[in-house]
Structures are given as structure tokens and as C-alpha cells.
């Protein structure tokens, strides 16, 4: 706190109200410039994966069955990494579904991964998807593909590469999603 020792002028506690509102104003300035910087951050560990071969990995599926990534190397593949918590997630997985159905026989692959490893048979049977739901249950995949936020969709091209990582799932990205597979399925 500031005094007259100190130089200040103090009239009647107006020092006092000064110095709190600068210390509100720098605190809202600073989580100001911290939240605008986080979705760079938070998208950086997936974008790094395009251009190279994607992690391989084997997880169980709601029907019980293991499914390993490599074993699909000659269709395009799309993972979306999703929870039941979160609503942005429930768009993805609705527009994944369409997707598949529409394009199962050009040889698209969907797969959801539960990242939170329980709830992937609930999502699966209240939705009627046309696709696997993968259980991520000790979160391996999810830390190997580094996931930031949710939902993350991951499109695989025919040779293993990853082509395009999509953070979230708002505006245009169900229109984004099905430019980029439409393009990889004609390739």
C-alpha cells in the first residue's frame, strides 16, 4: 500500500481503491491474454501428427472385439477421440455416422474413441452407430496421440499418414470434415 512517505498523495482512501482496481484490471488482463493464447496450445500436440505415419495401436471395442489401426491401412480411416460429457462430441459423432454410412463401401473407416473408457457402449447402443466405439480405458492412445480438448477427429489416408486433425467441432467444421474426406476417398 502506497504512503505519503512513499510520495503518493492519499485523499481519503482513494489510494487504496486506485491500487485495487489496477491489480483487478492487470488480473483480467493477464487471464485475458492466458485464454486467448490457449487455443494455439491446445491444438498444437495433434496438428504435429499430419503429415506422419499415424500411432498404431490396438483397443477392445463395445462388442468385445480388438481392433488394431494397421490392420486397416488400405481405407481411409477416421478416429474421433470423444466423451459422453461432452456436447460438442455428440455433433461429431452424429456427422461421423452419417459419413460412414454414406461412404462405408468407398472404403471409409470410422471408429470412436472413448476416452474415458466407460461410456463408449451406452453412446454406441443409444445411437445406433454404424461404427465401432473403441474403449481408450488407461487413456494410452489418447496420450500417444496427444489430446488437448474435445472432440479431436483424426483422418488417416490409405498408406497410414495422417492428412488432417480437426480440434472441436463447431461452425464449419461438419462442412470441413466432409470436404477432407470426400477429397482423400477420391485420391
Not at 491500487?19 to 490457449?38: E, G, H
Not at 477392445?60 to 488400405?74: M, Q, V
Not at 471408429?111 to 445411437?127: P, R, S
Not at 480438448?149 to 480437426?166: A, N, Y
Amino acid at each position: 500500500m502506497l504512503t505519503k512517505a512513499d510520495g503518493a498523495m492519499v485523499l481519503k482512501g482513494q489510494t487504496t481503491r486506485r491500487a485495487a482496481t489496477i491489480r483487478t484490471l492487470l488480473r483480467r488482463s493477464l487471464i485475458a491474454t492466458v485464454c486467448a493464447s490457449l487455443p494455439v496450445a491446445l491444438s498444437a500436440g495433434t496438428a504435429e501428427l499430419i503429415g506422419v505415419t499415424a500411432p498404431d495401436f490396438a483397443l477392445p471395442s463395445t462388442t468385445g472385439k480388438n481392433l488394431r489401426l494397421s490392420e486397416y491401412r488400405s481405407d481411409v480411416v477416421v478416429l474421433n477421440f470423444w466423451a459422453e460429457w461432452c456436447g460438442k462430441c455428440n455433433d461429431a459423432v452424429q456427422t461421423l455416422d452419417t459419413l460412414s454410412r454414406q461412404h462405408q463401401a468407398d472404403g471409409l473407416r470410422v471408429f470412436a474413441v472413448d476416452v474415458d473408457g466407460e461410456h463408449g457402449a451406452h453412446l454406441a447402443a443409444k445411437a445406433g452407430l454404424s461404427y465401432p466405439v473403441l474403449l481408450d480405458i488407461r487413456s494410452e492412445v489418447s496420450k500417444t496421440y496427444d489430446l488437448k480438448r474435445l472432440p479431436v477427429t483424426v483422418l488417416i489416408d490409405r498408406e497410414g499418414t495422417v492428412r488432417f486433425v480437426q480440434n472441436g467441432f463447431k461452425g464449419e467444421a461438419e462442412r470441413q470434415l466432409r470436404a477432407e474426406v470426400t477429397a482423400l476417398l477420391s485420391e
